[in-house]
T-cell receptor, first 113, second 111 residues
């Protein structure tokens, strides 16, 4: 199994630009989570999907952030426009619902200058 | 929002020593997980505990879930440099599937 795949691994962009992060969950997993990790705030849940439907987006910082899951094998997290305070490592994780076990991808390190 | 506090935030020990990391909350969790994260990688699940008072062992690592399911501890015996990393506890809310993570404990084991 390839595990959770995220792309790109690193992204450097200028303030005001649109950023799209991508995630391919483990095949067969029906829950998908987007997290953000910073030194100051630790690991924070942004949004999660169950069977491609967004269940809880209360962690999404503001309207500049949006996430989609058009099918069971693909999700995107978009930031438009990006700001320097969005700089962080963004993780995607997937899980078989009710299994307790989340599997994390390697993360995307985003730097907004 | 249920909060998880981990202590200590940072721990530096010599190879062969023992260490304990604590995870505490005022709220009850239906399950609690421990993850280890290495630089440049995502967290990797070590164990899940679901029953109050439960103790699980993974080689030199011992995990305990408090009787009231509000706290947990991770004990490492005879630590090795390979145990170095960020240890995160995460509690599952009763509503299901959503995890709340603690702030993490950064462990450094010096050879």
């Amino acid at each position: 199994d390839a595990g959770v795949i995220q792309s790109p691994r690193h992204e450097v962009t200028e303030m005001g630009q649109e950023v799209t992060l991508r995630c391919k969950p483990i095949s067969g997993h029906n829950s998908l989570f987007w997290y953000r990790q910073t030194m100051m705030r630790g690991l924070e849940l942004l949004i999660y999907f169950n069977n491609n439907v967004p269940i809880d987006d209360s962690g999404m910082p503001e309207d500049r952030f949006s996430a989609k899951m058009p099918n069971a094998s693909f999700s995107t997290l978009k930031i438009q426009p990006s700001e320097p305070r969005d700089s962080a490592v963004y993780f995607c994780a997937s899980m078989l619902t009710d299994s307790y076990e989340q599997y994390f991808g390697p993360g995307t390190r985003l730097t907004v200058t | 929002t249920q909060l998880l506090e981990q202590s200590p935030q940072f721990l530096s020990i010599q190879e062969g020593e023992n260490l304990t990391v604590y995870c505490n909350s005022s709220s009850v969790f239906s399950s609690l997980q421990w993850y280890r994260q290495e630089p440049g990688e995502g967290p990797v699940l070590l164990v899940t505990v679901v029953t109050g008072g439960e103790v699980k062992k993974l080689k030199r690592l011992t995990f305990q879930f408090g009787d009231a399911r509000k706290d947990s501890s991770l004990h490492i015996t005879a630590a090795q440099p390979g145990d170095t990393g960020l240890y995160l506890c995460a509690g599952e809310e009763a509503a299901g599937n959503k995890l709340t993570f603690g702030g993490g404990t950064r462990v450094l084991v010096k050879p």
